[in-house]
């Protein structure tokens, strides 16, 4: 395979321009044209395209450095010598190659003219290789008064967005293009009544003539740049909806876009406040958070407002948004995918189930001493027995005495199920998982260790599988490990009930006539009052504790 030399291509009159984002990283697999850094300058940002196909090697830059056409970006190792660049010779290994600009540099546009009075037609400029680009920003209106190089449209391409400023001063007679309207050089923008000041007239896409008097401004990626570019002119103060501009790259643009994603509500976490893709998805996110919430209390509107005739909004105000930064050092990291799976159900469990939490202790003196008796009977076999392990077997007990906790809701029916597959928390270097131990009924409490020790191995490797995962119908969570008193677990929907354990401690314990020293266990048992009543969950948690306290109970 060769390896490919790729260069910043012809990016026009720019030169020194500040690689401000790495959009690939060594490894990744690149395609003809795919943008793989953007880079901005104080009047327009763009991205560079990929000369070739192939996997990404090395970078040669890294954030923050100033570059050139010509200046070598990245090593690739090329799939095919397949070049979208005009010039390098295609099979040429290791000769620099050149990928065709993404974005052209703004073009001389518009021929200086003498005042003009009257009508004035400002055209569409030379707006370099790009043609049918879309109008995504209409900033003015018939009306408006305009002065020479305000901006009055920003167009979009997939890789790099321009404004197009104004070739005249006066007053906005009719505007000839409207938002999503697909403009090419020379197409009429906009009827000017010519002040007396007026500027340059025709937009000729000449530029051959000599005196420059109105360039397209390129917004790319940028706001922040435009901003200071097209507002910071003192003959300017009008253009003012450039100001506004979010400070994104054209793809972000897009892409929110097609989200629906209004980037000016979009925090930038960016270099100078930029917008990423990732920023956007994450509004997106927390969009959608809140809109599970606003579900959930719609869902139980008609019981809120049945008495009272309100209540049926949740009228919370928003996420707040701070800065960490401005109070002291931070540190961002991601979630990982196994945190925003789990968040975004723990979050919907929370919100939409009428969650009650019963805590009891259960007197585990005596299980307890069994359960050493029998690992130092088993040393040899080498399978531990764990305290887990008697609880799922003690909860199978409870479920079956009050199956409404071994059921889940489907509509308005109630569903049974004749299975006791039961869940456990397990805690991970990437999360939280539940994996399941199926059919717990069937199995002693040695196979049911044995099985929970391999099911807890395989997810802190990483290695769960769906099936491993799936089916349970009452879960687990034990933190008698690691501490605590109590605590209210979330529960694993659609279940509707779920025990949390935490750390067993000798307490002195009433027997009628003395202070007895007791190993006692606190039992956090969760339950969905749509399905269960608090009577109900009391007494499924004293049978639970009478079975920790003499397993032989099971057996009656
Ligand atoms: N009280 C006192 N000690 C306990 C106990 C309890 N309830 N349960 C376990 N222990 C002790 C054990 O005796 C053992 O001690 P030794 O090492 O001295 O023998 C130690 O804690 C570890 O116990 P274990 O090997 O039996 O493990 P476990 O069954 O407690 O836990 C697993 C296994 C997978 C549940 C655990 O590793 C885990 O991930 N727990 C966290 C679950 C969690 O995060 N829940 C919260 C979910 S809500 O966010």
New binding site residues.
Partial sequence: MALIEVKVPDIGDFSEVAVIELLVKPGDTVAVDQSLMTVESDKASMEIPSSHAGVVKAFKVKLGDKVSEGTVVLELEAEGAVSSAPAPAPAAAAAPVVAAPVAAAPVAVTVAAPAATGSIEVRVPDIGDFKDVAVIEVFVKPGDLVKVEQSLITVESDKASMEIPSSAAGVIKELKVKLGDKINIGDLLAIVEGAAAAGATSAAPTPASAPVAVAPTPVAATAAPAAATVSAPAHNPTATPALGLPHASPSVRKFARELGVPLAEVKGSGAKGRITQEDVQNFTKSVMAGAIQTLAQAAKAPAATAGSGGGSELGLIPWPKVDFAKFGPIDRKELGRIKKISGAN?LRNAVMIPAVTNHDDAD?TDL?AF?VAT?KENEKSGV?V????F?IKASVAALKKFPEFNSSLDGDALVYKQYYHIG?????PNG?VV?VIKDADKKGVLQI?QE??E??KK??DGKLGPADMSGATFT????????GRY?T??INAPEVAIL??????MEPVWDGKAFQPR?M??LSLTWDHCVIDGAAAARFNAYLGQILADFRRVLL
């Fill in positions: 723990l585990i307890e359960r690992n531990k764990t305290m887990l392990a609880l456990f928390a397990a805690d991970t939280l994996p260790s929970m020790s099911l807890a997810a802190r687990i969570s034990s933190l008698g490990g690691i501490g605590f677990p979330i949390g354990v935490c750390k067993s401690q190993l266990l606190p």
